[in-house]
């Protein structure tokens, strides 16, 4: 055992060197250097020794003989659960019984984590060119409310650099504050946070909401209510603006897996719906198959919007999805990648905050068809790279294209 461990043991547990109790080890004699620290320790019961009643301080201990009294030192309160030395003898104190990662809670009840997104969004095509940087900051504030509830918070900060504001467009939001738990069998979100609805292909943004989510088996129900998109949250289009999209509305999945396949039907109805493509009330519907190979998927989904202002432009209000993914980059693996593909043809009301990078927004009542193909890869740990390509055209008379090269790097902390 080493001098320092030894001593800096007794003293987290208030000893001094010429204050300590009787000693019963016979291989540390009363003149030792360590007698009165080891004394002090072994009447806390933080150090036995061995069963010949020797300390054997010269000899070398093994990782489990530290575990142990790191452990009998976390009970008796000389160290606490944020020491270095719980961090590193971590797995052995698991083997032993100790919960390191619900001490470490106690010990600090919220946690910072963060990323860093740099990204580059090129569009070009019969709707004009046009080219845009963003630095997306976000900050992740996570509290432990009890053993059920935590409440989350995220403040994020963009700058966007699009060749004629060359210092930046700074905006800096408190974008999400919500808790989320169980009551019950039931899991519960509620406050400010981002949602995804139907793969994203009807709705990727934040909303003010409650959200209840109840499992039975490989059998899932979940329901929503809220606002989307106005005053206080709105979506980013894709020329790096703000834009409102909706105000109340309701939203209701229902879905399962059966072995590998995922089955997945959702209803959403909108009030207000204000897009340059559509305006009024929206009510759509989707129903979805996912099938996993090991590593890869192949997805598909149909689409149903009820629409007026669609109704009243002729527009279209059905359409699908085809999805195929391989592999993907894990951030905490570096060197892994992934492959993905997508085809698009939906109907005007059939979406309303598209989670994709492309140029959607710029089509008309008619919606819009195209493909997407793309990758991403680990670069080092936490740091992922990806590009997406798309080529979009409208599904109606016209032939025009908009297609964007998106590049990104995010980094996560």
């Known amino acids: 055992m080493k001098k320092s461990l030894v001593f800096a043991m007794a003293m987290a547990l208030g000893v001094s060197a010429t204050a300590f109790a009787a000693n ?9 250097w360590a007698y009165g620290a080891v004394a002090k320790l072994a009447a806390a019961g933080i150090v036995d020794g061995y069963p010949d009643g020797t300390f054997k301080g010269e000899r ?39 919960r390191v990662a619900k001490l470490e809670r106690n010990a600090d009840n919220v946690k910072i984590t963060g990323n860093v997104r740099l990204s580059n969004v090129h569009t070009t095509g019969d709707y004009g060119k046009s080219d845009a940087t963003k630095l997306r900051t976000r900050l992740f504030f996570t509290g432990d409310v009890n053993d059920n509830w935590n409440y989350v918070a995220m403040i994020e900060n963009n700058q966007v650099f699009d ?8 905006d800096t939001d408190f974008q999400r504050a919500y808790l989320t738990g169980n009551i019950g069998v039931v899991n519960v979100t509620a406050g400010r946070y981002d949602t995804y609805y139907s793969d994203g292909n009807v709705y990727d943004d934040r909303v003010d ?5 109840v499992k039975f088996g490989q059998t899932y129900l979940a329901a929503t209510y809220g606002k989307m998109g106005n005053a206080s949250t709105y979506s980013w289009s894709t020329d790096g603006t703000k834009q409102g ?5 309701v939203q209701a999945t229902l879905g399962g897996d059966i072995g ?27 129903a979805a198959a996912n099938y996993n190979f090991g590593d890869a998927s192949l997805g598909a989904m149909y689409l149903k ?13 059905d359409g699908y999805v085809i999805s195929l993914n391989y592999k993907g980059a894990e951030a905490a693996k570096p060197g892994t990648w992934g492959l993905f593909a997508k085809y698009y043809d939906q109907g005007g009301a059939t979406y309303i905050a598209h989670t994709m990078d492309g140029a959607y927004d710029v089509f008309d009542a008619n919606g819009f068809k195209g493909y997407q193909v793309g990758g991403n890869l680990t670069l080092a740990k936490n740091m992922v790279a990806q590009v997406e390509y798309y ?23």
């Not at 999209?245 to 509305?249: C, E, L, N, T």
């Not at 396949?261 to 989707?286: Q, V």
């Not at 919007?305 to 209000?317: C, F, H, I, L, P």
């Open 24 to 32: 019963p080890f016979s291989d540390v004699p009363a003149g030792s």
């Open 60 to 98: 070398t201990m093994t990782r489990y003989e530290m575990a142990q009294i790191v452990a009998k030192a976390l009970a008796k309160g000389a160290i606490g659960a944020d020491d270095r030395l719980v961090s590193e003898f971590a797995d052995e104190l698991d083997n032993l019984g100790v």
């Open 163 to 170: 060749g004629q504001n060359e210092s930046g467009n700074d």
């Open 209 to 213: 909401a409650v959200n209840a989510k």
């Open 245 to 249: 999209v909706g105000d109340k509305f």
């Open 260 to 286: 590998k396949l995922n089955l997945e039907a959702a209803y959403l109805k909108a009030d207000d719906i204000n897009t340059t493509w559509m305006t009024g009330d929206d009510k759509i519907w989707t």
């Open 305 to 317: 919007g009820d629409n007026d202002s669609v109704d009243k432009a002729n527009g279209d209000d």
């Open 391 to 413: 080529d979009l055209k409208s599904k109606g008379d016209s032939d025009n294209h908009a297609r964007t090269l998106w590049s990104q790097m995010v980094v996560t902390f």
